[in-house]
């Protein structure tokens, strides 16, 4: 590990450095984080493409929002998000001089992070047991769509896939409607939090052992670990469809339902949420019929249940119902669009949306962006600079790090090593 800079408080992740080879959003999601929480996180690209992300629309820059980049300082939204915090440099890993200078970065790294195609590391000759070779301490984590091992290994996946595969698309929609995958990457994130989760377990462990380890990260597999809480083997079974909508079937009522001005979320978990519903809809005389007060009925029935509570919701505004049923603490939203959800006071006290800063242009107000979730009561967590504009820690990493010259900097530039 290297030490804190001096005159710095210290942050969870202080002192450890991260070779970041990820693209796209599986590990790049697990990197930010990691950076969020003091980690040196240095991404490595490709000298001639650069990352995907910094070249792909939506852009950001000095004219604004756009599709179509409109100046040559113009950078991806989602490089601007997916890269606060970190260092960029570049290198070439197909070339003899450029593996080389990783091989010694490697030395002098805590953890390797990335999300190549499984077979990659292997062809490049940065596969684990090469590394550990060099630095038994090395932290070797792999994210994948499928895993490192099994028959579907070195198939390539984007979210889309990974939603398709495990099944979600499967539970995702109307019950007489087609599959849909959720409205963002979910497997993505999913996959870049447990391998955050998974670096942290193994730097732990490595205090105790003094070794790192090889992690294999499926994104397929983090997907179904969090799906199967419920018994989706058993619907069929049981009489119901896998896609249930909004509707949950442990609970009923649980949906969204139509308002005088929108729609509202309602829940009712338990036996008193469902008789305080009851009496804020003044609906007192179901409390005596054996069906509605069953709550196996009403999972079964829920088409029943659902049109009592739609012709109360049809009635009253969405606020109103929100503080009426807050008042009896009885879970319900109102359904924000992210228009709403950029101007929910609650958010704004906790700081957790934040406008994007350009590197290039600090004075520019950008698009949205999360900060870090977790906060800490004794640590600060969260993402202190912009971006990084592509390779501008060439020099501080090449010279200061690995200890080369500027001339040799130069001849290994002009070579495309880096």
């Not at 090889?214 to 018994?231: A, G, R, T, W």
């Not at 339902?257 to 309602?266: L, Q």
């Not at 505004?317 to 669009?337: G, K, Q, Y």
Request: negative net charge; aromatic residues 6%; charged residues 20%.
């Amino acid at each position: 590990m290297i030490d804190a800079p001096s005159g710095q408080p210290p942050r969870i992740l202080d002192g450890v450095r991260i070779l970041d080879l990820t693209r796209f959003l599986s590990g790049p999601q697990a990197t930010l984080f990691l950076a969020a929480l003091g980690a040196e996180v240095i991404r490595i690209d490709e000298p001639a493409t650069g990352d995907p992300t910094a070249n792909a629309p939506p852009f950001f820059g000095p004219e604004g929002v756009s599709l179509k980049r409109q100046t040559a300082d113009d950078l991806g939204i989602a490089y601007l998000k997916r890269s606060r915090a970190k260092k960029a440099i570049t290198l070439n890993l197909k070339s003899a001089e450029g593996k080389a200078l990783f091989m010694r970065l490697v030395q002098s790294a805590d953890v390797l992070v990335e999300n190549f195609r499984t077979g990659v590391t292997a062809r490049l000759g940065i596969d684990y047991p090469q590394l550990q070779a060099i630095n038994p301490r090395l932290i070797h984590c792999a994210i994948t769509g499928y895993g490192s091992t099994g028959p579907d290994r070195k198939l390539k996946a984007f979210d889309l896939m990974v939603q398709a595969a495990s099944g979600l698309m499967s539970i995702t929609g109307d019950p007489d409607g087609t599959p849909f995958k959720a409205g963002s990457p979910m497997s993505d994130g999913i996959a870049g939090t447990f391998a955050m989760s998974g670096i942290l377990g193994a730097l732990y462990q490595r205090e105790r052992s003094g070794t790192g380890q090889f992690i294999d990260v499926s994104m397929v597999d983090c997907l179904i670990s969090l799906m199967l809480d419920e018994p989706l083997d058993c619907y069929e079974q049981l009489g119901l469809p896998l896609r249930q909508g909004n509707r949950i079937m442990r609970f009923s009522p649980f949906n969204t339902y139509p308002t005088a001005d929108g729609m509202v979320a309602i829940g009712a978990a338990n036996d008193a949420d469902w008789r305080g519903l009851l009496a804020v809809m003044g609906r007192d005389d179901l409390l005596a019929d054996a069906n509605f007060m069953n709550t196996g009925w009403r999972i079964g029935n829920n088409a029943a249940v659902d049109g009592v509570v739609a012709a109360w919701t049809r009635t009253r505004s969405t606020a109103d119902i929100v503080d009426d049923l807050a008042a009896r603490e009885i879970p319900c939203s109102p359904i924000r669009d992210i228009g709403d959800v950029a101007a929910w006071p609650h958010l704004a006290e906790r700081g957790l949306l934040q406008t994007l800063t350009h590197p290039g242009f600090p004075q520019l107000q950008g698009p949205l962006a999360p900060a870090f979730p977790l906060k800490f009561s004794g640590a600060f967590a969260g993402y202190d600079r912009p971006a990084p504009m592509p390779r501008q820690h060439n020099d501080e990493i090449y010279r200061d790090l690995l200890g080369l010259t500027d001339s040799e900097i130069e001849q290994l530039s002009a070579a495309g090593a880096i």
